[in-house]
């Protein structure tokens, strides 16, 4: 049974940072395309990031681009988004998810950490 579970989020000044963390378990990653999305209240769900866990290659939505480094710890199985130069609309709950490549859909999803930027 695959688990994502996130971790990592919470309360910062615009301008701090934050280290989000997404525990990856129940089988090997090998294959798969691991993604942060983020959703704010009242707004759909969006694409934020995201990194091959064979190759290490990165995507990110223009709006963090400079901001936020999506990486991957392949011994610890986990995800990270380091958000930095956060500004308030960055506030969300931030999901971790995972696909195969190849697949349109990701497939597996955590369950959320709540990310607050204040002014």
């Known amino acids: ?5 996130e ?8 301008g701090g940072s934050l280290r989000l963390s997404c525990a990856a378990s129940g089988r090997t990653f090998s294959g798969y395309r691991m993604g942060w999305f983020r959703q704010a209240l009242g707004k759909e769900r ?13 995507l990110y939505v223009e709006s963090v681009k400079g901001r936020f480094t999506i990486s991957r710890d392949n011994a610890k199985n986990t995800v990270y988004l380091q958000m930095n130069s956060l500004k308030p609309e960055d506030t969300a709950v931030y999901y ?9 859909q990701y497939k597996y999803w955590g369950q959320g950490t ?5 002014s």
Do not use: H, K, P, Y
Request: aromatic share 4%; proline share 0%.
């Open 96 to 104: 971790c998810a995972a696909r195969q490549v190849g697949d349109s």
């Open 7 to 14: 971790s990592g989020g919470g309360l910062v000044q615009a």
């Open 46 to 58: 969006e694409f934020a990031a995201s990194i091959s866990w064979n190759t290490g290659n990165t």
């Open 114 to 118: 709540q990310v607050t930027v204040s």
């Open 1 to 5: 049974q695959v688990q994502l579970v």
